[in-house]
């Protein structure tokens, strides 16, 4: 584990413990290292509750590390699917629908990748990793779902 982004880049015995019954990402990156999804632990000294998420932790190393995410895997136990190698950024958030008359709420997880300018994401009902959806979206500047390689980042600063 990173003491200062608290990311394990190892899966240790509560990870490891949580596949069974809990859909989870890992981003493979740049240096050869991959970080392992750990929403369910709490840290107190993390003050904004945004920083819970493992992606808002890993979309600050990246930033500040100058480390780019490679590829990424979306898991539910042996189950697993691979999000394109080596593309210009990665894309990540949960939804939940509910309404009036639903017993239970659906989860999902969405992922993608930025190819060509666009963000390209699947929706998967989880925990079972059933895609329900693709959709191609916009670029929107600072969105904390997205995680653009670091060179991309710089481009789309400087307007290019």
Not at 120 to 132: H, S
Request: overall charge negative.
């Amino acid at each position: 584990m990173n003491n200062k982004y608290k990311l394990f880049f190892e899966e240790d015995e509560v990870i490891v413990g949580a596949i069974e019954g809990h859909t989870r990402w890992i981003a493979h990156l740049s240096d050869g290292k991959r970080v392992y999804q750990d929403d369910f632990r709490q840290y107190p000294e993390f003050e904004d509750e945004r920083s819970y998420s493992t992606w808002v932790r890993l979309r600050d190393f990246c930033k500040k590390e100058n480390i780019d995410i490679v590829g990424m895997t979306i898991q539910f136990r042996t189950n697993r699917d691979f999000l394109p190698e080596n593309a210009d950024g990665y894309y990540f958030c949960k939804s939940v629908m509910g309404g009036f008359g639903m017993e239970q709420n659906i989860h999902y997880f969405v992922a993608g990748c930025v190819r060509d300018g666009k963000i390209f994401v699947k929706k998967w009902q989880v925990p079972e990793l059933i895609v329900m959806s693709e959709e191609e979206r916009e670029i929107k500047e600072n969105d904390l779902c997205l995680i653009l390689r670091n060179k991309n980042v710089q481009d789309i600063n400087e307007g290019s």
